[in-house]
């Protein structure tokens, strides 16, 4: 059934305008008596009846509250140093379909784009639309974030210092040796939220892996090959949601 998402919480009945109206009525040219699925800014999801359409607006009115668990018993921020290209919408789509709820993209030393104030506006843009309808098309009932680009060390300091109690951080580095990340996670099984950091193409620097160890950040191995970074940001991903219990079952 169709999905839409909206910032407000479900109620009887719904008047919904923008986008997803013009989508609905103009587009899909639904009608009257069909059925779609609504989620709210909390997740909850109910299915609804179309009833009324104008130029700008559908209505439509609560059939029943529906019971959905696609969303991870664990929260996940994916800290992202930019990638070359485009290579960021996929990492953000798959990311998406894996579950994860914020994805922070990072500006550090070697990353070789640069985007100024517009341009990362515009980017920040693309990528939300991307999680948004990769959210819709996988089922999620609640959309990640997409923020805007940020620098990394500010971005790690902030991390550092604001990190609450039921949160778990580790940065994926290349150069580690000693910690895997699944002796990491399984040393976390009270954690409840997971901000995991990736590296671009050129990996981390020696001052910026030396920070991370200063503010305290777990420094862990994704195993004994070198991955790209949008293989390492899925597979990071992948392996936080089993070892929580999300993903690999009903
Ligand atoms: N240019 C670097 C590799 C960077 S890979 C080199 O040749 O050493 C891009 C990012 O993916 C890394 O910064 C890291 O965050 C992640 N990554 C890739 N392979 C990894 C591994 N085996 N363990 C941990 N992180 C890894």
Not at 11 to 19: F, M
Not at 59 to 85: D, F, H, N, W, Y
Not at 208 to 222: D, F, R, T, Y
């Amino acid at each position: 059934m169709r999905r839409i998402f909206i910032k407000d919480l479900l109620q009887e009945e719904l008047v919904i305008t923008g986008g997803d109206a013009h989508h609905l009525g103009r587009v899909m040219r639904a009608k009257a008596g069909d059925r779609i699925l609504v989620a709210d800014d909390e997740g909850k999801v109910g299915e609804y009846e179309l009833t009324g359409f104008t130029e700008s607006s559908v209505s439509m009115k609560l059939v029943q509250q529906v019971e959905e668990r696609t969303e991870s018993p664990v929260e996940i921020v994916l800290a992202q140093c930019l990638p070359k290209g485009d290579k960021l919408d996929l990492i953000v789509q798959k990311a998406t379909e894996l579950g994860v709820n914020v994805i922070v993209p990072l500006a550090s030393d070697n990353c070789v784009v640069r985007y100024d104030g517009k341009k990362a506006k515009a980017k920040q843009e693309k990528w939300q639309k991307i999680a948004d309808e990769a959210g819709k098309q996988c089922g999620r009932s609640r959309l990640p974030e997409v923020q805007q680009v940020q620098p990394f060390r500010q971005w790690l300091r902030e991390a550092a210092d604001g990190k609450r109690d039921d949160t778990a951080v580790c940065m994926c580095y290349e150069n580690e040796l000693q910690q895997g990340m699944k002796d990491f996670l399984q040393g976390q099984r009270a954690a409840k939220r997971f901000v995991v950091i990736i590296g671009p193409e050129g990996g981390f620097s020696l001052a910026e892996a030396a920070l991370a160890k200063e503010l305290g950040i777990a420094s862990v191995s994704l195993g004994t090959r070198i991955l790209r970074a949008e293989t390492a940001a899925i597979s990071a991903a992948a392996v936080i949601q089993y070892e929580n219990g999300d993903l690999g079952g009903r």
